[in-house]
Structures are given as C-alpha cells and as structure tokens.
C-alpha cells in the first residue's frame, strides 16, 4: 500500500531508499524539488525529533552533483515543480531586473534543468513574472497560460509548453502545467492579462504531441496533488508527474492508472529522486526516494556554498534585527482549523484597525513563530506577501454566514475555516448541517440587525467569494501591511501564544 501524507503539512516521515540496479541502457534518474518559495537557508524541520535546520540550496546542489557522480553525468534530470517565489526577504532584493531573482542564481548553480510556473510567481503581478521568465536560463515551462489574444502563443515571451532532453541515448519529453485556479489564488491581476486553459484538456494536447517524439513522457506540475491523480486518471500517456502545489510530502510515490506521481514537499528541504529503467518507450522498473537535506550528508560545491553565504549575511543585515519576543510557546499551525498563529494573526489585523472583528485565511500564514527572540526577518516568513490591514463593515447576517462557513469548514467543507478574532461562536450538528447555537462579539451577544467593523489583509477583501461569502463594500486601507502591523504588534512587549478557541463544537 502506498503511504501518502497530508497534502498541506509538510510533515513527512522518511522511507528507506529503495535502489534500483543501475543499468546502462534506459536508466534514468530525476531529481525534483517544488514549491521553493524562496528559500534557500536551511530551516525547521518539524517532523524530525528536535525540529533541527535542514536543507537549503547549497544541500540540494550538493545532492545533485553527487547523483550526476554516482549515476553517471548523462543520466540525471533536475525538475522543480513551481512557487520559486514569496516566501523569504530573499524577494525584496532585486537581481537580473526582477525581485526575487537571486533565486535563478541559486537554481542554475545547483544544476536545475527545467521549472513550471507557479501560482506564487504571479504575486507581484505580470511584468514581474514575465521579466523572471525572460532572466531564466533554465527553460520555464507552462502549456495551459496563453496569451490573452495570441491565438495559442505562449502568455509570456519565453515561456515553452515543453522541452525534450537527450539522456542516455533517449528523448524525455517534460511539458509544464499551472494550475487553473489562478484567478482566485491571486491578487495581483495577473490572471486577467492570460488565457488560463483547463490542465486536464491541455495534458491531452501535450500528450498527443510529444508520445511519438520521445522514449518518456513527463508531466510537470504545479496543480497539486488531488489535480495530478485527475491528470493521471484522465489522461493516457503520461508516464511521470512531478507536481508540486499542494507541498505534499510523498516517501512513497503513487501510481494512477499507469501513471507515477512524485512530490517533495516544500521549502528546499527535501529532494525526491527517482531512479527507472526505460524499454521501448515504457518503464520497466521503478524506485523513488524522499531525502531529508541534513546538513553534511554529501559534499557541498563551493560556488553554492558562498552564494548561500552571501545572500545570508546580506539578509541578517536587513532583517536579522530582533523586534520583540516569544514566550510560553510557539505560534504555530498544527493541522486543526484554528491555531495559535491564526488566532494571533486574526487578533493583529483587528488590533491594527481598531475594528471590532477580525479574519484571517489559514494559507496566508506562511511560517511559525519559535519561541524566543523574534526577528524581522521571522516575522516577514509568516506575512511575506505584501497585503495591506483593510477594514469594511460586515452586518450581523453576513456574520452568521461566515460562521456558518467555518462550522461547515471544519465538518469536512472545502472552503477555508478562517481564523477569527473578536468573535466566538458556540455550534453543533444538527440533521447534517452546521447549527449556530451562541454567538458574541465581544463580550455581547451578536445583534443580527446591528453592523459591526471588520479587518482583514487585502487578499481576502479582493478574493470574497472565495473567503468571506459575500462581497464587502465600503473596503479602506488602514495604512500599513500585515508585515509591519506584526512588527508594531511584536515591539509592543512580550508575546504569548493565544489559547482561547473561538469556534466551539459542542457535542
């Protein structure tokens, strides 16, 4: 039985390699690493006893030359499945004309042969994207973003549907996917400036044009992982999918009808190997591993090793100032619909509009806070988007329907329970549906004819339908990011972990 762990949480337990005997004709190796956000220092590993620093991008270049070694240099494929963007400071320093763009630095030099577009990259807008794309030397692949009015060419000059690689005597055809839903994941516009196409009805079109061109027809992606087993059910052809989204840790890969999916969780912590052997166009045999990246465990080149080191000691110079401190615990985000950093997050936003409510949505919250000193830099990890503190009046009835969304959230919903502040709600069951049964705001009971003010981060205010279930108006800005409303809030003293619960299943 394959092993597949929370799609969301990173947080997986390592198998042990499984080796395939290597074989001169039809062996190949790929690397793959997805949704990097960034980062490039080791950091947590929470699901390793003590939550010690791992990975990094001087681990993963060292892990690539060394399978380049062991496996022969012709052999090996480096993949990554999208999101290279937002999530460290590294994004607010600009390289090759772009913010962020160190991280085609630190790609190229660990020997990265291909990347797809990620949701992440279209954060700071189109012209952003485009430029990183236009810096790449590494081919950048995406066959569902069209020009808006190109008649089929690519939305980005550059950008390539797919490419073929020559290894060992054999074609591999690797074509890219982006996920469909990028109107609703971002806030920046970008979507509207692109034909985004239907990955399911695209993969066919790939398939069709690479399968009697090439030995293995790979598919990578950044859809996530439910998406990817859509992909492998629907369409025939595909031989690997190399995903990404979803940050699923996978230490074991699945098989969908025919089809291998492999992913490698998140942050630059991890790198997946797969290692088959390819007769007459089909895999004969199959193995994949999950590498925890612990420091020491290969030989690090030097070249990455010092861009490592530069972009660190440039980082701390900016951001390594401690602005506050933690204690009684970590602000973390255990796999439950409310937690700590969602309460304190939620607690932010409204503290900073003096408003009488406030919401966050759980995937805006990028980090932990560790208990101990509290640096900008930290803080930046948690919001490192760019959102502003907006504020809008919310009536008492819209009030109960996101409550209501919450409770239907947390029975298994596939809306988002968002964090709550300023509110607390008391619910049950009843003949299958989510029953309010106390709801106050404050210390008062909710008036359902009164009109309240709620805050929240620009994100959620343009995305409502998604997040809120109803379309605000009146929207303000209060005048400072989410980041430095945190800083402000980290400065006011010491702070402790919020334990009060404010959505109350009763049995």
């Known amino acids: 039985m394959w092993l597949l762990l929370g799609q969301l949480g990173c947080l997986p337990h390592v198998a042990p390699v499984v080796s395939t005997a290597e074989q001169l004709q039809g062996h190949l190796v790929i690397a793959h690493t997805n949704d990097l956000h960034a980062h490039f220092e080791p950091n947590r590993a929470e699901w390793i006893s003590g939550a010690p620093d791992i990975g990094g991008f001087a681990e993963i270049a060292g892990h690539v030359a060394d399978l380049h070694q062991a496996k022969g240099e012709d052999h090996v494929l480096y993949l990554d499945g999208g999101d290279i963007m937002t999530g460290t400071p590294l994004m607010e320093f600009e390289v090759r004309g772009a913010r962020g763009g160190a991280m085609l630095d630190f790609m190229e030099t660990a020997g990265m042969d291909a990347w797809v577009l990620g949701n992440h990259e279209f954060d700071i807008g189109f012209e952003h994207i485009s430029s990183v794309v236009n810096a790449s030397k590494i081919p950048v692949l995406s066959a569902n973003l069209d020009a808006k009015d190109g008649n089929g060419e690519p939305a980005i000059m550059g950008l390539q549907d797919h490419t073929i690689f020559e290894r060992n005597g054999m074609k591999v055809g690797v074509f890219g996917l982006t996920t469909d839903s990028l109107a609703r994941l971002t806030a920046s516009g970008a979507a509207g400036a692109m034909s985004v196409r239907d990955v ?5 079109e790939q398939v069709a044009a690479l399968e009697s061109k090439v030995d293995l027809v790979v598919a990578l992606t950044h859809i996530g992982l439910d998406k990817d087993k859509q992909i492998a059910e ?14 699923t840790a996978l230490t ?20 997946g190997v797969t290692e088959m052997t390819v007769v007459d166009g089909q895999i004969s045999t199959f193995s994949a591993e999950l590498r925890n990246l612990e420091p020491g465990s290969v030989e690090v080149p030097a070249d990455a090793a010092a861009l490592v080191k530069t972009w660190s000691e440039r980082i701390s110079a900016h951001f390594g100032a401690v602005v506050g401190s933690l204690e009684g615990g970590d602000l973390d985000r255990p796999q439950q619909p409310e937690t700590p950093l969602g309460r ?49 009046e919310v009536s008492g009835a819209d009030l109960v329907g996101i409550l209501l969304r919450n409770a239907s959230a947390q029975g298994g919903g596939r809306h988002p329970s ?68 945190a800083v402000a809030r980290a400065g006011g003293g010491v702070l402790s972990p919020p334990a009060d619960v404010r959505m109350i299943r009763l049995d």
């Open 200 to 204: 399911v009805e695209v993969a066919r």
């Open 234 to 247: 629907s369409v025939p052809g595909i031989d690997l999918i190399v995903g990404g989204h979803s940050h």
């Open 252 to 271: 074991e890969p699945v098989k969908v009808a025919g089809t291998w999916i492999v992913q490698a969780g998140c942050y630059a912590r991890q790198l």
């Open 344 to 392: 304190w997050a939620a607690d932010t936003v409204r503290l900073a509009a003096e408003a009488d409510i406030g919401v966050y949505n759980p995937g805006g919250l990028r980090d932990d806070l560790v208990e101990g000193e509290i640096t900008r830099g930290a803080l930046y990890n948690v919001f490192p988007f760019g959102n502003d503190v907006v504020q809008f």
């Open 418 to 485: 968002m964090q709550l502040s300023g509110v607390t709600a008391q619910w049950r069951m009843r003949a299958g549906a989510p029953e309010l049964v106390d709801v106050r705001v404050g210390d008062a009971r909710l008036d359902h004819s009164a009109t309240y003010t709620m805050a929240t981060n620009s994100y959620i205010a343009g995305q409502w339908g998604y997040n809120l279930g109803f379309e605000p108006e009146g929207v303000t800005k209060v005048g400072m990011t989410i980041f430095e409303a």
